[in-house]
T-cell receptor
Framework: QKEVEQDPGPLSVPEGAIVSLNCTYS??????FMWYRQYSRKGPELLMY????GNKEDGRFTAQVDKSSKYISLFIRDSQPSDSATYLC??????????FGTGTRLKVLA | NAGVTQTPKFQVLKTGQSMTLQCAQDMNHNSMYWYRQDPGMGLRLIYYSASEGTTDKGEVPNGYNVSRLNKREFSLRLESAAPSQTSVYFC??????????FGSGTRLTVV
């Protein structure tokens, strides 16, 4: 079993939909959680960064961490075609090494 | 405002050839990393350098060596390339337990 599991998709949604992206993990020591967006043939770019449990909001994006269930989510409101990308979750126990999920490919249809 | 710069962007090697991938960051970050990204496998850590003068193995270090030349630069060397090393390589840096800044990647094909 991988330390971090992420559904690869693809996930197709109509423009304006609410998107929910999720990762599960097995290591209870993880405390730092991140979401990255990666456009085709580009490097990943940091979207959201959270520490421990709870929610964090930034514009149309909300990151949620449930440590009791070992489950993290990224919600995108009012999704746009420009949100079409691969979304990667990543997490760490506080060392400098992050473990990445395999990524979920999202397509927002105009 | 360059962030993390990787060179080259593309490379084709023959089996057995050697090459060095270069990475430089201008954000004064202490830590630097090399990842490879393969379809269905996600990003896997090859080597990292928590601070200048130190390097450590990650998840998939076999067939690679690294050098932390100074605080800015962290290079990855393939001594004898193999087809299994065909991948996209990303360099990243960060400061403390914060998010990474990634470079734009090097697409390497070994034939």
């Amino acid at each position: 079993q991988k330390e971090v599991e992420q559904d690869p998709g693809p996930l197709s949604v109509p423009e304006g939909a609410i998107v929910s992206l999720n990762c599960t993990y097995s290591n209870s020591a993880f405390q730092y959680f991140m979401w990255y967006r990666q456009y085709s043939r580009k490097g990943p770019e940091l979207l959201m960064y959270t520490y421990s449990s709870g929610n964090k909001e930034d514009g149309r994006f909300t990151a949620q961490v449930d440590k009791s269930s070992k489950y993290i989510s990224l919600f995108i409101r009012d999704s746009q075609p420009s949100d079409s990308a691969t979304y990667l979750c990543a997490m760490s126990g506080g060392t400098y090494k992050y473990i990445f999920g395999t990524g979920t490919r999202l397509k927002v249809l105009a | 405002n360059a962030g993390v710069t990787q060179t080259p962007k593309f490379q084709v090697l023959k089996t057995g050839q050697s090459m060095t991938l270069q990475c430089a960051q201008d954000m004064n970050h202490n830590s630097m990393y090399w990842y490879r990204q393969d379809p269905g496998m996600g990003l896997r850590l090859i080597y990292y350098s928590a601070s200048e003068g130190t390097t450590d193995k990650g998840e998939v270090p076999n067939g690679y060596n690294v050098s932390r030349l100074n605080k800015r630069e962290f290079s990855l060397r393939l001594e004898s390339a193999a087809p299994s090393q065909t991948s996209v390589y990303f360099c990243a840096s960060n400061q403390g337990p914060n998010g990474y800044t990634f470079g734009s990647g090097t697409r390497l094909t070994v034939v």
